[in-house]
């Protein structure tokens, strides 16, 4: 009786699984890729004056593309507020979020999302003019804050302030892109939002060279790809064009060389470019996958260094972004 009930149990499961487990299919006979993105957030993700999307954010979209579909090109790119981010994800609307946000337990447990991994380790900071002659976060105790609502920066700011025993005026706004001509317009004191964010939000300023960056990071905010729950092929394979752009780089495989690689010889590089093994057949892929992500897109430090590094105009310092083996946080499980 027992065991009936456990093999009823799983047939429910399996029926349900089968139920849900749709997203590698739908997007293959889509043709395109559905993807969340930012749409305002200059290195990250955003169109230029042509409608043509850059950022480190949209070459994750595209290596998901090229994994599944052969072309890193066939991605319909959904510009999505904080606000509604989480609701086109869950509704189908799109197939996965890629807009710089937070992996945090509340979001990781009753969303109904799992995020995939972390393509940008960032935390949270200040701008404020050079004229304020502020040279630390702790000295903001009674300036106004201008910080986008329903996000982790503005839970983030009110802990800062009460940690330190600090009065907060922070000022609210529906989107970054409110807030940030809210400071630029002298409404506030200060503006708040992931280190990332400041860098990218400065260059749109009137007169970028007036403000400054504090040097207090005052959260952990690791940044990535999210997925609907019950689905756990698209979860992988999610997860592993991600993967492939940080193992790449790791073995040196870079958009100049890979064509290159198909007589390597070097175990972990057959294995990363289909002639050993059927790495991509157990993904649903086909077994060039990996080759199509870096010949089309770029290995993570690629991806870094023309939309975030010094290759761009923010020009950020890789810092805590560097591979495990230059002293970074960027680690991800070997293709085998």
């Keep these: 009786m027992k065991r009936l009930a ?11 699984h089968g139920a849900t487990a749709q997203t590698l299919k739908t997007v293959k006979e889509r043709g395109v890729l559905n993807c969340g993105a930012n749409g305002m957030l200059g290195g990250f993700g955003m169109p230029d004056a042509q409608g043509q999307w850059t950022g480190l954010d949209v ?54 999302l799992n995020f995939t991994g972390i393509d940008y380790y960032d935390g949270q900071g ?37 940690a330190h025993n600090m009065q907060l005026k922070s000022v609210t706004f529906a989107t970054s892109d409110e807030a940030i ?30 403000h400054m960056i504090l040097p ?3 959260s952990k905010e690791p940044l990535g790809p999210a997925v609907r729950h019950g689905d756990d092929q698209w979860f992988d394979v999610v997860k592993w064009a991600l993967f ?52 089309q897109v770029g290995n993570y430090g690629e991806s870094f260094e023309r939309n975030v590094g010094q290759g761009s105009p923010l020009k950020i310092d890789r810092g805590l972004n560097r591979l495990w083996t230059k002293g970074g946080l960027q680690y991800a499980p070997p293709i085998r």
């Design 59 to 112: 070459d994750v979209c595209r290596a998901i593309a090229a994994a599944v579909l052969g072309d890193a090109t066939k991605v319909k790119f959904f510009p999505l507020t904080a606000k509604d981010r989480f609701t086109a994800l869950q509704s189908g609307e799109v197939d996965v979020l890629v807009r710089n946000t937070t992996w945090t337990s509340s979001r990781d447990t009753t969303l109904g």
């Design 244 to 295: 492939a752009m940080i193992d790449g780089e790791e073995l040196g495989l870079t958009q100049k060389n890979i064509d290159q690689q198909a007589n390597a010889t070097n175990p972990d590089i057959k294995r990363f470019v289909g002639t050993e093994g059927n790495y991509g057949e157990q993904l649903g892929l086909s077994k060039d996958w990996a080759v199509k992500i870096i010949k």
């Design 216 to 218: 207090e990071i005052i």
């Design 126 to 162: 200040f701008m404020v003019r050079k004229n304020l002659k502020v040279n630390s976060a702790l000295e903001l105790s009674g300036a106004s804050v201008c910080v986008q609502q329903g996000t982790t920066t503005e839970l983030n700011l009110a802990d800062y302030f009460r």
């Design 6 to 16: 456990a093999l009823i149990a799983l047939a429910l499961m399996m029926v349900a």
């Design 181 to 210: 001509k809210a400071y630029d317009s002298g409404r506030c004191d200060a503006f708040t939002t992931d280190a990332s964010g400041l860098y990218a939000e400065r260059l749109r300023l009137a007169n970028p060279g007036d």
